[in-house]
Nanobody, 124 residues
Framework: QLQLVESGGGLVQPGGSLRLSCAASGFTLDYYAIGWFRQAPGKEREGVSCISSSGGSTKYADSVKGRFTISRDNAKNTVYLQMNRLKPEDTAIYYC?????????????????WGQGTQVTVSS
């Protein structure tokens, strides 16, 4: 059974950092592009960052450029999202998703497999 599991969310003060992990089971991520998405209460799900299957190409939403870094370790079948200088507006449920494609793309409806999400709350 194909499964994605996010971890690493939590409560952090503004300016703090968190690292989210997305671990895959039941399939290898080698052939899958991965995206991180988030959804805040009352808002649509939006793309945060995406990475190609090889890791050679990455994309970021303008709101997180320079603060977030996406990476992947295919040997560990895991993708990461390092989030620095967090802001209250980053508060949301963060989801990882996979699509069998080499290209990095941050388009919600293109993704086939989704994790259950992890809550990130940035507050003092």
């Amino acid at each position: 059974q194909l499964q994605l599991v996010e971890s690493g969310g939590g409560l952090v003060q503004p300016g703090g950092s968190l690292r989210l992990s997305c671990a895959a089971s039941g399939f290898t991520l080698d052939y899958y592009a991965i995206g991180w998405f988030r959804q805040a209460p009352g808002k649509e799900r939006e793309g945060v960052s995406c990475i190609s299957s090889s890791g050679g190409s990455t994309k970021y939403a303008d709101s997180v450029k320079g603060r977030f870094t996406i990476s992947r370790d295919n040997a560990k079948n895991t993708v990461y999202l390092q989030m620095n200088r967090l802001k209250p507006e980053d508060t949301a449920i963060y989801y990882c998703a996979a699509i069998r494609s080499p290209q990095a793309m941050c388009v919600v409806y293109r993704y086939d497999y989704w994790g259950q999400g992890t809550q990130v709350t940035v507050s003092s």
